[in-house]
C-alpha cells in the first residue's frame, strides 16, 4: 500500500470542508491546524464521522477545536494526579520491601513466589521477574540522572530499592506489584487503601494506561481504554473501557482526600463547565450524578 502525500494547510482544510466540516473562518482555522498535527487533531473528528467518511449535519471546526482544548487540559489535571499516586505508591511499596527482603531484595527472584505455590506459577513469576530486571537495567542505561551514575560508579550498579524504585516507570511500578507475592500484594493494599489485592492490581494497571495516554500526548475524548477496573462502584458495563473508568480509578488510588476534593475534583468540575456545551457525556461514560460518584 502506497503511503499517502502530505497535505497542505490549505489543503487540509479543504479536506474538512468536502467531508461536511463547517468553517466560518479560514484564517483561523489554517492558524490552529499550523499547531497542531493534523493527524492527532483528525482524530477528535471521529464522534462526528459517518460510514460515507463525511461529517454528521452541523459539524463544526469550532466544536471540535473546542473538544481538542478540553482533552488537552484534562490531560494536565490528570497527569499531575497520576504523579501523585505514584510517588505515594512508589515510597510504600519501596518501605515495605526493604524492611521485609532487604536493601536488594528486589533482585531476588525467590522473594516474588512460596515454595509450595503451583509450579506453573513459579515459572511464570521466574520469568515475568527476569523481564523485568531486563527492563530495569535498560531504564538505567538509558537514565543520565547524577543519581544513578553515582550508584553506577561507586556501588558497581547495585542499586537498593528505595533508589532502584526512583528509575521505575509508571508501568514497572505496577508491573513490580502484580508480581509480588500474594501475601504481599494484600498487605500493601490494605495498608494504602484498605482494599483488595485484586482491586489494587487491577486499578494501578488502568492508571497506567491512562499516564502513558497522557505522557504521549494521546486523545482521552471519545476513546476505548485497553483495561477495566474491577469491581469499580459506579461503573457499568457501557462506560467501564471509556474515560469515566479510568478516571474513578484515579479518584480510587488518589491518596489526599482533601486536596482531591477541594483542588483536584474543583478544578475538574470547572473545566467540564467550561466546555459543557461541546463535550457530550456519552462520549466519555460521564453518568448523571458523575459530580457525586467522584467525591471523596
Known sequence: MDIK???????????????????????????????VNYYNFSAYFLPFKQSNGSYING????????????????????????EEIYIFIRAKISYYHVHKYGALGYLDETNFYNKNDDLKDINKKI????????????????????????????????????????????????????????????ILAKDMYNITAYKLESWLRCCTDLRNICAHHGRLYYRIFPSIPKQMNNL???????????I?????????????????????????????????????????????????
Not at 457499568?236 to 479510568?246: F, H, I, P, Q, T
Not at 461514560?285 to 467525591?295: R, S
Request: aromatic share 16%; charged share 30%; hydrophobic share 35%.
Open 236 to 246: 457499568d458495563n457501557n462506560s467501564e473501557r471509556k474515560l469515566w473508568g479510568a
Open 127 to 186: 520469568e515475568y521477574h527476569k523481564k523485568f530486571i531486563e527492563n530495569f537495567k535498560r531504564e538505567v542505561n538509558n537514565n543520565k540522572v547524577l543519581f544513578v551514575k553515582h550508584y553506577i560508579d561507586k556501588y558497581n550498579s547495585n542499586f537498593p530499592i528505595w533508589a532502584a524504585t526512583k528509575i521505575f516507570t509508571f508501568g514497572m511500578l505496577s508491573i513490580f506489584f502484580a508480581n509480588l507475592k500474594l501475601e504481599d500484594q494484600k
Open 59 to 82: 459539524t463544526s471546526f469550532e466544536k471540535v477545536f473546542n473538544i481538542y482544548e478540553f482533552d488537552r487540559k484534562l490531560h494536565t489535571i490528570l497527569f499531575n494526579a497520576l
Open 248 to 296: 474513578l480509578s484515579v479518584k480510587e488510588l488518589y491518596p489526599f482526600k482533601e486536596k482531591w476534593n477541594d483542588e483536584i475534583l474543583h478544578n475538574f468540575i470547572n473545566l467540564i463547565d467550561e466546555y459543557k456545551n461541546d463535550i457530550d457525556f456519552v462520549h466519555i461514560g460521564f453518568p448523571e450524578k458523575w459530580k457525586d460518584y467522584l467525591k471523596k
Open 5 to 35: 502525500h502530505p497535505y497542505k494547510y490549505e489543503e487540509q482544510l479543504q479536506k474538512l470542508k468536502d467531508r461536511g466540516c463547517i468553517i466560518n473562518d479560514d484564517k483561523k482555522c489554517i492558524s490552529i491546524l499550523e499547531s
